[in-house]
């Protein structure tokens, strides 16, 4: 059983243990979260599985095989130099959205290795899109370690870095997109009769069941799109309603504006 610990205690963090736990690659009494004392829920989250919580960043690297950065942005610089003195030759996977490999590394010990990941929230479900980027330390062992972690909670690749920014604002991102249009979809039911529990999971079903037509026929979405849509029918409609709205743009557009953001975070943690 590996023994696991994160610096930052927060909802990412809390997804990945409870989903190590019920792939059984680790257990929660050898799991170990570092959470500020004043996130009292991140401890009682963290407590109520069955893990350590401490609110200093040193015990949780000294404690743990793995160590996952998964504290804010801007807390990144802080976090790692409160433990640079006992990093060397420790495993560290970085969720820190836009923290770049140099940046982590140029923090850490030189003996340290680093490998930058980017999961998302239905890791809790075991449901996740990650990828991952190793450091100029990271070994071949080391991205074993990190697609054995990460396939237990989802899907996971390998990737090079100068995708990490957008990859972060679909797959990153992505789900608050999905779940915005579940809620709209839903609303569209209510509004025309549907009861809301009905309307949500309508909604819900619909989504996964398409992005599961997409992944497992591996047929392109355009074909699939065209095969819903009758000639002259209430798909052709609804659909003709959402390219006036600007629906597809709308969304290439939140692609973007996150991809920027995500440039914008790794330049002022220069």
């Known amino acids: 059983m590996m023994k696991i610990g994160f610096i930052g ?8 243990a409870k989903g190590f736990i019920a792939a059984g690659l680790s257990k929660a009494e050898n799991m170990i979260a ?10 009682e989250a963290f407590n109520s599985l069955g893990a350590k919580t401490v609110i200093e960043n040193v015990p949780v690297v000294e404690k743990s095989d793995v160590v996952f950065i998964s504290v804010k942005p801007t807390v990144v610089p802080i976090a790692l130099q409160d433990v640079h003195q006992v990093s060397d030759g420790k495993l560290f996977l970085s969720i820190a959205m836009g923290v770049t490999i140099r940046q982590l590394e140029r923090k850490l010990s ?6 930058r990941v980017m999961p998302n929230t239905p890791a809790i479900i075991r449901k996740g899109c990650s990828v991952f980027v190793r450091g100029t330390k990271a070994t071949d062992k080391d991205a074993n370690i990190t697609q054995t972690l990460l396939r237990s909670v989802g899907s996971c690749e390998e990737v090079p870095e100068s995708l990490m920014d957008p990859i972060t604002a ?48 591996e047929t392109h979405p355009a074909k699939l799109k065209d095969d819903v849509t009758s000639p002259a029918g209430s798909t052709a409609a609804g659909l003709h309603f959402l390219e006036q709205n600007g ?17 914008e975070i790794a330049s002022t943690s220069d």
């Open 9 to 16: 205690g927060g909802k990412m963090a809390q997804s990945l």
């Open 34 to 43: 570092s959470c500020h004392p004043t996130d009292h829920l991140s401890a």
């Open 110 to 115: 030189q003996q340290a290795r680093v490998v």
């Open 170 to 217: 679909v797959s990153g991102s992505g789900p608050a997109y999905v779940y915005l249009m579940i809620e709209a979809l839903a609303d569209g039911g209510v509004k025309m009769g549907l009861p809301r529990d009905l309307a949500y999971r309508l909604a819900s079903q619909t989504v996964l069941g398409a992005g599961g037509m997409v992944r497992e026929t």
């Open 247 to 263: 629906f597809r743009a709308s969304v290439i557009g939140a692609v973007e504006a996150a991809t920027q953001r995500c440039a």
